[in-house]
Protein backbone atom coordinates (compact mmCIF):
# COMPACT_ATOMS: atom_id res chain seq x y z
CA UNK A 1 0.00 0.00 0.00
CA UNK A 2 1.01 3.76 -0.66
CA UNK A 3 -0.50 6.88 1.02
CA UNK A 4 -0.17 10.01 -0.47
CA UNK A 5 -0.88 13.42 1.29
CA UNK A 6 -1.40 16.27 -0.75
CA UNK A 7 -1.24 20.02 0.79
CA UNK A 8 -0.60 23.64 -0.28
CA UNK A 9 -3.91 24.43 -2.45
CA UNK A 10 -6.12 27.41 -1.36
CA UNK A 11 -7.22 30.80 -3.29
CA UNK A 12 -4.97 32.85 -5.39
CA UNK A 13 -5.78 35.85 -7.90
CA UNK A 14 -4.43 35.46 -11.47
CA UNK A 15 -1.71 35.88 -12.17
CA UNK A 16 -0.43 33.92 -8.77
CA UNK A 17 1.36 31.05 -7.92
CA UNK A 18 0.76 28.25 -4.98
CA UNK A 19 3.18 25.43 -4.76
CA UNK A 20 1.60 21.89 -3.96
CA UNK A 21 3.08 19.29 -2.44
CA UNK A 22 2.40 15.19 -2.09
CA UNK A 23 3.77 13.35 0.97
CA UNK A 24 4.07 9.76 0.15
CA UNK A 25 4.73 7.13 2.46
CA UNK A 26 4.26 3.15 2.03
CA UNK A 27 5.28 0.70 -0.39
CA UNK A 28 7.26 3.19 -2.59
CA UNK A 29 9.16 0.30 -4.42
CA UNK A 30 6.52 -0.27 -6.37
CA UNK A 31 5.93 2.89 -8.13
CA UNK A 32 7.09 3.61 -11.51
CA UNK A 33 5.81 7.37 -12.22
CA UNK A 34 4.44 10.27 -9.93
CA UNK A 35 1.79 12.23 -11.06
CA UNK A 36 -0.56 15.42 -10.69
CA UNK A 37 -3.93 15.43 -12.10
CA UNK A 38 -6.67 17.69 -12.06
CA UNK A 39 -10.42 17.97 -12.08
CA UNK A 40 -12.44 20.71 -12.04
CA UNK A 41 -16.57 20.91 -11.97
CA UNK A 42 -17.89 19.04 -14.12
CA UNK A 43 -14.99 18.00 -16.19
CA UNK A 44 -12.83 15.06 -16.87
CA UNK A 45 -10.38 14.03 -14.52
CA UNK A 46 -6.63 15.55 -16.83
CA UNK A 47 -2.79 14.86 -16.31
CA UNK A 48 -1.01 17.96 -15.44
CA UNK A 49 2.11 16.41 -14.75
CA UNK A 50 3.96 13.49 -14.31
CA UNK A 51 7.69 12.39 -13.26
CA UNK A 52 9.15 8.85 -13.36
CA UNK A 53 11.20 7.16 -10.92
CA UNK A 54 13.96 7.55 -13.31
CA UNK A 55 13.54 11.33 -13.86
CA UNK A 56 12.02 11.50 -17.06
CA UNK A 57 9.34 14.76 -17.08
CA UNK A 58 5.83 15.73 -19.00
CA UNK A 59 3.87 17.83 -18.92
CA UNK A 60 -0.21 18.47 -20.13
CA UNK A 61 0.14 21.63 -23.05
CA UNK A 62 -2.12 23.33 -20.53
CA UNK A 63 1.35 23.25 -18.18
CA UNK A 64 4.37 23.79 -19.77
CA UNK A 65 6.05 26.77 -19.29
CA UNK A 66 3.75 27.08 -16.00
CA UNK A 67 3.97 24.48 -13.79
CA UNK A 68 7.14 22.51 -12.72
CA UNK A 69 6.74 19.34 -11.20
CA UNK A 70 9.77 17.82 -9.13
CA UNK A 71 10.75 15.51 -6.36
CA UNK A 72 12.81 15.80 -3.25
CA UNK A 73 13.54 11.74 -2.71
CA UNK A 74 15.03 12.60 0.97
CA UNK A 75 11.14 13.19 1.69
CA UNK A 76 9.46 11.37 -0.58
CA UNK A 77 7.74 14.05 -1.82
CA UNK A 78 6.59 15.50 -5.02
CA UNK A 79 5.82 18.82 -5.58
CA UNK A 80 3.69 20.85 -7.99
CA UNK A 81 5.03 24.61 -8.55
CA UNK A 82 2.45 26.61 -10.30
CA UNK A 83 2.83 29.81 -12.02
CA UNK A 84 0.49 32.50 -13.75
CA UNK A 85 -2.41 30.91 -12.69
CA UNK A 86 -5.61 31.63 -14.36
CA UNK A 87 -9.73 30.87 -13.65
CA UNK A 88 -9.48 27.52 -15.94
CA UNK A 89 -6.86 26.17 -13.39
CA UNK A 90 -9.00 26.25 -10.79
CA UNK A 91 -9.90 22.44 -9.70
CA UNK A 92 -8.75 20.13 -7.34
CA UNK A 93 -5.63 18.51 -7.65
CA UNK A 94 -4.73 15.12 -6.68
CA UNK A 95 -1.32 13.28 -6.72
CA UNK A 96 -1.27 9.60 -8.13
CA UNK A 97 1.32 7.02 -7.92
CA UNK A 98 1.46 4.61 -10.90
CA UNK A 99 3.04 1.42 -10.71
CA UNK A 100 2.60 -2.44 -12.16
CA UNK A 101 -1.14 -2.93 -11.57
CA UNK A 102 -1.71 -0.60 -9.29
CA UNK A 103 -2.93 2.87 -8.89
CA UNK A 104 -2.82 4.98 -5.80
CA UNK A 105 -4.61 8.49 -4.97
CA UNK A 106 -4.26 11.48 -2.57
CA UNK A 107 -7.37 13.35 -1.22
CA UNK A 108 -6.75 16.26 -3.73
CA UNK A 109 -6.42 20.16 -2.61
CA UNK A 110 -8.62 22.51 -3.81
CA UNK A 111 -7.05 25.36 -6.16
CA UNK A 112 -9.09 28.14 -6.50
CA UNK A 113 -8.35 31.02 -9.00
CA UNK A 114 -10.13 34.26 -8.49
CA UNK A 115 -10.18 37.66 -8.02
Known amino acids: QVQLVESGGGLVQPGGSLKLSCAASGSLFQIFVMNWYRQALGKQRELVASITSGGTINYADSAKGRFTISRDMSKNTVYLQTSSLQPEDTAVYYC?????????WGQGTQVTVSS
Open 96 to 104: NAHGLNVDY
